[in-house]
Nanobody, 128 residues
Framework: QLQLVESGGGLVQPGGSLRLSCAAS????????RGWFRQAPGKEREAVSC????????VYADSVKGRFLISRDRAKKTVYLQMNSLKPEDTAVYYC?????????????????????WGKGTLVTVSA
């Protein structure tokens, strides 16, 4: 069983930055892609960004391209989400995820219905 624990959320002003971290434990991660998803009040959970298990290829939601950066440290079993130029519409609970992709590229599999493991989430609030 894989456990995922997020950290780094909080309150930030518009235009500010935060870095989220997701530490994994309990199982091997060699074949799992990792990702970040978010859910705002009254909205469905959506993909923010994912990174593959093999070649570190990435995918981003259009709304965060150029502002967010996903990365992973395999030795630490940790994935990060650097969030810059934050906007009020980025306010949400951010969830870490791990998932198998089979033979498909991560760009195709980065979606809430494909996730095998979820973290409990960390709240990000962007407000003046």
């Amino acid at each position: 069983q894989l456990q995922l624990v997020e950290s780094g959320g909080g309150l930030v002003q518009p235009g500010g930055s935060l870095r989220l971290s997701c530490a994994a434990s309990g199982a091997t991660l060699d074949y799992y892609a990792r990702g970040w998803f978010r859910q705002a009040p009254g909205k469905e959970r959506e993909a923010v960004s994912c990174i593959s298990s093999s070649d570190n290829s990435t995918v981003y939601a259009d709304s965060v391209k150029g502002r967010f950066l996903i990365s992973r440290d395999r030795a630490k079993k940790t994935v990060y989400l650097q969030m810059n130029s934050l906007k009020p519409e980025d306010t949400a609970v951010y969830y870490c995820a791990a998932f198998g992709t089979g033979r498909f590229p991560v760009q195709r599999m980065c979606a809430p219905n494909n996730i095998d493991y979820w973290g409990k989430g960390t709240l990000v609030t962007v407000s003046a």
